[in-house]
Structure formats: C-alpha cells, structure tokens
C-alpha cells in the first residue's frame, strides 16, 4: 500500500468517524424530542384534573398512585432552579425547546449530509488520480 492509499484510507476514516459521532448526537435529539413530546401529551392530559387520582413517576419506571391537588407545576428552568408555572405557560415552555432540538435536528442531518458528500467527492478525485 503506498502513502497516497494510506492518506485516502485515514481520510476516510475521518469521515466516518466525524458521520458516526453526528449521528449519535441526532440521535440523542431525537430521543429528547420524542421525551419533550410526551412530556406535552402528559399535560394536556392534567389539564382540568384536578382532585383526580394519577400515576406521578418517582424515577425511571416507578410510579406512585397520587392525587392531583393542584395544577400548578414546579418547574426546572435549569441550574436547579425551579419555578411554578401553569400548564399553558409550561407547555410553551416545552415547545419552545421542542423548536431549538428540531433546529439542531435539521442542522445535523444538514451537516451528515455535507460530510457524506466531501467522503464522495475524497473518493471520486482519488479514482481520477488512479486513471
């Protein structure tokens, strides 16, 4: 294998690395986003619950039979700072970050996308170079 082969085997390499780590963070967004999502479905169906029994969580897959005596939410805003706030208000909350995680989605397949092509482009001026 000469040097020119080994700089396009490494370079490819490179690229698929730098796809596969893209693809683990769209991945974790789409997992937050599918989170966020049913955390919204969660509270519509709260919303005018109130003295109805429920299944709160009390951590991953345990929950805990309750009774709805309010409907006022405590909220981590982030920094373990935790405010109330209503469902509607709550709700656009969650919307909002559900519109930055579908920004950072799109920026990502965008940048997959852009990579995937550099790989081509690597691999089509190594064949002319051949011929």
Known sequence: MDKNQQELLFKISMFEQHIENLRQQLSAVEESLLYLDSINLGLGDIKNSKGKEILASIGK???V???LLSEEL???V?????VKKDIPETKKLIETQIKKLQDIKKELEEKIEEVGKGMINLLLQAREKKE
Do not use: E, L, P, R
């Open 78 to 82: 982030g920094g373990n700072n935790f």
């Open 74 to 76: 405590t909220v981590d």
């Open 65 to 67: 039979k309750a009774q």
């Open 61 to 63: 897959g345990i929950f």
